[in-house]
């Protein structure tokens, strides 16, 4: 068979092929069927009844053409990693993974549009209506000498070792329509117990990729599991290694943690000791006395604005933000709702269109949200924006160049100028008429 992982000798001859499997620690059976019908794990019974039959799963119909093509031309093709894992959990997953015996120039001759990806590691992106899915020929890492990149891999036409590289037995499982699910280090038990698990030695795993420290963490909550505790006394070990990783990395990690349904595992980032190598403001944080509610909008910096409220201030938000490589709009929003947080305002129609024109409609939303404001609060809010009250310099009457055809000469006078116009109609809202405030002006600067 052309690529694939069971060779002609080997279904001929079960027994001496068994004979050479034994020597692995965990093996694939494959009965004598071309098309691997039956794969199934090795072991005890109740390892094989945890094998899926083939039509268990739906797969996205590019996918499954995919899958046709390389099988049609000799090759072994499987869906594999976080989309089964997701499927077999009934959660939408975000992308699907393919993983063949093929290599990847023997991928892009089958296909019209393909991107190289990552090709020196093996990845081959193929283009569908506008949509890309990796595919990546079965592979085994080489020596990982920065403790988070192998120096180089090589391609295998095994399956299993492209599956023993991974990090997490739910993970390291593939599936195709014709095999049904491969799961060669009982990863749907794990599944089953809600457990994050390494594959095979967890020092070893967590040696390779410093970054699969925060990554096991991140799934135990957004899908609340429980890690291991082997997995779990090696993140401790393993923890400094993360100085190696960089910083946009952990804060990707980390942003999925806090945007989860489970935010409050961050605590287990510093129990860990993790904490000290994210950065020296992040380790300093009160992270005792954080507080992120699983209701609040899962936007990156709503749920980053409630844990950093345990900081303290905004200069420190913005510290630890900085330091993590966020981007500027990201921090701006987190160090205004970080200020305003657990600030609430007079039940006043003037009190409460100031603080609202101190930031953007959303993220006043977002503080809504983040300080629990009440009823009577939020239906001030509302006859507020039904009545079109300015909130802002851009919805005051008067212009910039209204001032200048009175006389104004541009700078920081004009500045000031329009912002005590502003000051004004967000206490008397009527006024904001052209006319009334140009006359209102010359008063106020007669």
Known sequence: MKGGFVNR????CPEKSKRKRRKRKQALVFCQSAN??????????KEREITMNSNSMQIPAHVEQIIHTLNSHGYEAFAVGGCVRDTLLGRKPGDWDITTSARPEQVKALFRRTIDTGIQHGTVTIMMDRTGYEVTTYRIDGEYEDGRHPKQVEFTSDLLEDLRRRDFTINAMAYSHATGIVDAFDGMEDLKARRIRCVGNAMERFTEDALRILRAIRFSAQLDFDIEKETFEAISVIAPNLAKVSKERIQMELTKLLSSDHPEKIREVYETGISTYVSPAFAALDWQNARVSAELPKEKYVRWAAFLRCGNSPETAVRVLRDLKLDNETISRVKTLVTWADVTPAADEAEVRRMMSRMEPEVWDSLMELNGYGAEIRDLVT?????????????????GQDLIAAGVKPGKEMGAMLHELLEHVLEVPQDNEKETLMKLLADMHR
């Open 36 to 45: 691997y019908n039956n794969m199934a794990l090795s072991g005890t019974k």
């Open 9 to 12: 000798k080997e279904r001929e």
């Open 383 to 399: 006859t507020i924006r039904e009545r079109g009250d300015c909130l802002s310099l851009k919805e005051l009457a008067v212009k």
